[in-house]
Each structure stands twice: as C-alpha cells, then as structure tokens.
C-alpha cells in the first residue's frame, strides 16, 4: 500500500510516540540497581539500553517527515528492526511489562504501508513472539494477559493508521484533481479568446475590409471625373479610406498573433499542488505555445506525468523540463523511484502516445529496477 500521511498527523505521531519511548524506558534506566538486585547482569543491562536504543534509531528514521507517510524500499525492514528490539527489551531482563506499549507503535507504521490482510498477520505474529517471551519472565497466565491486553491496541492503532493514510491519499489524489480542473479550465478559457479574436479578425478583413477596399476604389474613379475644388476634397477622402484600410490590416493581424499560452504556469499550478514527490519544473525561456490544442496536449502529457508518479513511483523527485528542440516542444521527465522491469502502459501512458501521434510526436518511456522512469514526450511545435 502506498498510502500518505497529513504531514499534521505525521508530527502528532512522531511526538506521542517519542512519548511513549521515555515511559517506557524510564522505570528501566532509574532503577539500575533495582535491575542488578533483581538477577539482571551488568550486560543484560547494557543490551537492554542497546536494543532500546535501536528501537528509537530505526524509529527516527520511519517516521521522519517524508518518509512515515510513504513506503521507501527498506522501510518496512526497519519497522521490522523495531519489532525484533521490542522482542529483545522482553526477552532480557529487566521486564516491566510496558514493553508491549512500542508494539502499538509498530502497528501504527504498519497502516500506511502494507495491506490489511498483511498488517493482521503481521500483528497477530508479533504478539504470539511478545506472549513467548513475556512467558519466559513471568508465566504463561501472565503473558496471555498482557499479550492479550496490547493485541486489540495493535489492531486499533493500524487500523486508526490504515484510514489515515487512504484519507492522505484521497485528499492528495482531489487537490491533483483540482489542480488539472483548474489549469484546463484556464486553457480553455484561452482558447476561446483566442478562437474569439479570430472571429473578430476574420469579421473586420470580411466585412469591413471589402467595404473600406470598394470605397477607396469608387473614389478614385471619381477623382478622375471631376475637377477643381471637388476634386481635392474627393482625393483627400480617397486617402483617409486607404489609411484607414491600412489600420484595419494592421489589427487584423494583431487580432490573429495574438498571445501566446501560458503553458508554462499552468503547469507550475500542477506541480505546486503536489506535496510528494517533490517536483522541479524548468521551462525553456525562448518557449512560446499559441496552438491551443497543443497546449492542451502537452498539459495533459504533464499531468499525465506528474499523476503516474505520484501514485505509482514510490519517488522523493520528479525533474520535469520544458524545452525546444528541433522545430518540436519536449517534455523531459524523470524521477528517483523504484522503477520496474519494463514499462506496461496502462490507459494514461496509451491516451498520451494516442494524442501526440495524432499530431505528428511521439513518446518514449525508459524504466529499470532501482533507476526510476524516464519519460519524453515530443509534439511537433507547428
């Protein structure tokens, strides 16, 4: 399960189970000579503190921020470091029975990471160790007890964690939702002004144009038919026409150039929405999209992009450039995630090959185990 943590219940966690760490340490680490009085050796004692220690080590690193909400490769390895250094705190002397209490931290890592029907086993697992070795202290009544007393804390805490983390998750997947909508909205937006200008342009060069053309034309069959004063004023508004059919030319085509899109915002709105992984937009300077549908394309490439790897790479990065190349625009995309044998397009990956072949580009995407995925997208700029 690749589930996400709220960063404020991340630091709530990360708090309360620094807490518990200290109780239940505490009654241990004061009462030295208690422990030696009870049969405890000096090096029992001392491996004891070690595999507390370790515990509150591999603990720090699983719960640090960007790491408790996410699975990292190793990550569950360390979680598992935690539970066998519980199992050794009840296994050396001295035991106080308070141990159990990190198991229920155990648990709560467990829910952002693995499935329920693992996270069970897992905690049903854990708890038959932690009644063995509570047995071997005190008796089998007492540690059916005490085993018995944490289990349905375990179960509360990963599940408690379990629906934090599809919670993280489904409010991560809406804000990438509302950021899509938000940025097509926009690019529609500019393609109907865009489309608007063009009626504008094509309804001044057709209409007005024809009559501004036919005026200065019928004027200057009659300057020649007529003479004297009548004739100058004639000219001069045979002039005037032609001026002002100049003007309407010159809007025409400034009506037609237009502006260019601002792709390059849009995409930036996507990538600010994302808490994880960590996106790194750079767009080339000298790039101008004025193709509404190609910006279209490309939006949907990134967005594309930017959802697989969120979902689906497991990365602390994505490096996602914009540049120019060659007479075509280029979105190069890579991320540090766990990568895969090779790339199975799913419907997203296909949707996007389809839209840029359609217009003459293409996609690449390149994937190895360790080395996360490379993805290039080109559409041809005209």
Same mark, same amino acid.
């Given at each position: 399960?690749?589930?996400?943590?709220?960063?404020?219940?991340?630091?709530?966690?990360?708090?309360?189970?620094?807490?518990?760490?200290i109780?239940?340490?505490?009654?241990v680490?004061?009462?030295?000579?208690?422990?030696?009085?009870?049969?405890?050796?000096?090096?029992?004692?001392?491996?004891?503190?070690?595999?507390?220690?370790?515990?509150?080590?591999?603990?720090a690193v699983?719960?640090?921020?960007?790491?408790f909400?996410?699975?990292?490769?190793?990550?569950?390895?360390?979680v598992?470091?935690?539970?066998?250094?519980?199992?050794?705190?009840?296994a050396?002397?001295?035991?106080?029975?308070?141990?159990?209490?990190?198991?229920?931290?155990?648990?709560?890592?467990?829910?952002?990471?693995?499935?329920?029907?693992?996270?069970?086993?897992?905690?049903?697992?854990?708890s038959?160790?932690?009644?063995?070795?509570m047995?071997?202290?005190?008796?089998?009544?007492?540690?059916?007890?005490?085993?018995?007393?944490?289990?349905?804390?375990?179960?509360?805490?990963?599940?408690?964690? +379990?629906?934090?983390?599809?919670?993280?998750?489904?409010?991560?997947?809406?804000?990438?939702?509302?950021?899509?909508?938000?940025?097509?909205?926009?690019?529609?937006?500019?393609?109907?002004?865009?489309?608007?200008?063009?009626?504008?342009?094509?309804?001044?060069?057709?209409?007005?144009? +024809?009559?501004?053309?036919?005026?200065?034309?019928?004027l200057e069959?009659?300057? +020649?038919?007529?003479?004297?004063?009548?004739?100058?004023?004639?000219?001069a508004?045979?002039?005037?026409?032609?001026e002002?059919?100049?003007?309407?030319?010159?809007?025409?085509?400034?009506?037609?150039?237009?502006?260019?899109i601002?792709?390059?915002?849009?995409?930036?709105?996507?990538?600010?929405?994302?808490?994880?992984?960590?996106? +790194?937009?750079?767009?080339?300077?000298?790039?101008?999209?004025?193709?509404?549908?190609?910006?279209?394309?490309?939006?949907?490439c990134?967005?594309?992009?930017?959802t697989?790897?969120?979902?689906?790479?497991?990365?602390?990065?994505?490096?996602?450039?914009?540049v120019s190349?060659g007479?075509?625009?280029?979105?190069q995309?890579?991320?540090d995630?766990?990568?895969?044998l090779?790339?199975?397009?799913?419907?997203?990956?296909?949707?996007?090959?389809?839209?840029?072949?359609?217009r003459?580009?293409?996609?690449?995407?390149?994937?190895?185990?360790?080395?996360?995925?490379?993805?290039v997208?080109?559409?041809?700029?005209?």
């Open positions: 399960m690749n589930g996400t943590f709220p960063s404020e219940y991340s630091r709530l966690l990360r708090l309360a189970g620094g807490a518990v760490w109780v239940v340490g505490f009654p680490l004061t009462n030295f000579r208690q422990a030696r009085a009870s049969g405890s050796s000096a090096g029992g004692f001392f491996a004891w503190v070690a595999a507390f220690l370790l515990f509150a080590v591999a603990y699983t719960s640090r921020e960007g790491r909400e996410r699975d990292r490769p190793g990550a569950l390895l360390l598992a470091a935690q539970a066998a250094a519980v199992l050794a705190l009840v050396l002397p001295p035991c106080y029975g308070l141990e159990g209490a990190l198991m229920v931290l155990v648990a709560i890592q467990l829910g952002g990471r693995v499935s329920p029907a693992a996270g069970l086993i897992w905690i049903v697992a854990q038959a160790l932690f009644f063995a070795a047995s071997l202290h005190w008796n089998v009544h007492s540690g059916i007890m005490i085993a018995g007393a944490y289990f349905p804390f375990q179960l509360l805490a990963f599940w408690t964690a +379990h629906l934090l983390a599809r919670e993280g998750a489904a409010r991560q997947g809406l804000a990438l939702a509302n950021d899509e909508l938000h940025a097509t909205r926009d690019l529609l937006a500019e393609g109907h002004r865009m489309a608007e200008r063009l009626r504008i342009a094509r309804e001044l060069h057709d209409v007005l144009g +024809h009559h501004l053309t036919a005026l200065a034309l019928n069959v009659a300057s +020649h038919q007529v003479s004297g004063p009548a004739q100058a004023q004639i000219e508004a045979r002039d005037r026409s032609r002002l059919l100049g003007q309407v030319r010159d809007a025409v085509r400034t009506l037609r150039v237009g502006d260019d601002r792709l390059d915002a849009e995409i930036r709105r996507l990538a600010a929405g994302i808490p994880s992984p960590r996106i +790194h937009v750079q767009f080339d300077e000298n790039l101008a999209v004025a193709d509404p549908a190609s910006a279209q394309i490309l939006l949907r990134a967005q594309e992009i930017i697989n790897a969120v979902k689906h790479s497991r990365a602390e990065n994505l490096w996602l450039n914009v190349s007479g075509a625009i280029e979105i995309a890579r991320d995630g766990q990568g895969s090779a790339a199975c397009p799913g419907d997203g990956l296909t949707g996007m090959r389809e839209r840029l072949e359609e003459g580009g293409r996609l690449a995407v390149r994937t190895e185990p360790g080395r996360g995925f490379e993805v997208a080109v559409l041809p700029a005209g």
